[in-house]
């Protein structure tokens, strides 16, 4: 029995002595410690204020200068370089880029161009036809779509991820199918369809098909009315409101 309160009066001795212990540290390295000077950076005044508000949509190189009209959409994170130029009543969705830094582009009256396409044009075509990159009117350019150097007649569908070399035709009232490859030089002929890579003709197309191609092209011009309305117009709105900035004291 002695023994055993031996055992514990020793225990109770060892955990007071460890407290102890943790204790007088934690008021040493409370003592010893040194407060950190606090860094304050101030702006430089001759500092630029830079915009970060996102990608320019209109860039213009040298003397070229992207032409849009007005009632077409051009979406925000669009890309327009050089010598583009986009038709009345013509859409370009988000996140295509339009390169015409090497020679012209033109997106005709009603067509569209959707998300993430690519358009280029080359210096000179080998094929020896036109380089510029031509998009007629009532053509619809799938998304995801890469055109380089191409032409696309009136009344066209261009297929989801498809690909269109240096001078390759498409003539009117024509379909291409998704994730078709049209290499340089080929020529589509009028009312067929084509797809596969490379592009073979599949089969003719029928009267009704045709007919749907332009309804096609209208139906998605509404619907980019839809967006263009939620962006505001070009307006003197704005010098009223500096009118009424002053005659509050606002500094504008």
Wanted: proline content about 6%; aromatic content about 8%.
């Amino acid at each position: 029995m002695a023994t055993s309160i031996a055992r514990l009066s020793r225990r109770g001795v060892t955990s007071n002595l460890i407290r102890r212990y943790f204790a007088a540290e934690a008021a040493l390295a409370t003592k010893t410690e040194v407060p950190k000077p606090q860094l304050t950076v101030s702006p430089s005044p001759d500092r630029v204020k830079w915009d970060y508000r996102g990608q320019r949509q209109i860039i213009p190189l040298g003397q070229w200068l992207p032409k849009v009209a007005v009632d077409a959409y051009v979406a925000p994170n669009v890309v327009l370089a050089g010598q583009v130029t986009v038709w009345d009543g013509s859409s370009v969705w988000n996140g295509a880029v339009l390169r015409g830094d090497l020679n012209k582009i033109t997106v005709g009256f009603c067509s569209n161009v959707q998300e993430r396409c690519v358009v280029h044009a080359a210096w000179s075509s080998p094929t020896g036809l036109p380089a510029e990159t031509i998009i007629d009117r009532y053509v619809t350019v799938g998304a995801y779509s890469l055109l380089r150097s191409c032409t696309i007649e009136p009344e066209c569908i261009i297929g989801q991820h498809s690909i269109l070399m240096e001078g390759s035709l498409v003539e009117t009232r024509s379909i291409l199918e998704a994730g078709s490859v049209v290499p340089p030089g080929r020529r589509i002929p009028s009312g067929e369809l084509w797809g596969g890579n490379p592009a073979r003709f599949i089969r003719t197309l029928t009267n009704e098909e045709t007919l749907e191609i332009p309804k096609l092209a209208v139906a998605i011009n509404h619907l980019s009315g839809d967006y263009f309305s939620e962006f505001l117009p070009y307006s003197t709105v704005y010098l009223e409101v500096e009118k009424f900035k002053k005659s509050l004291g606002i500094a504008v």
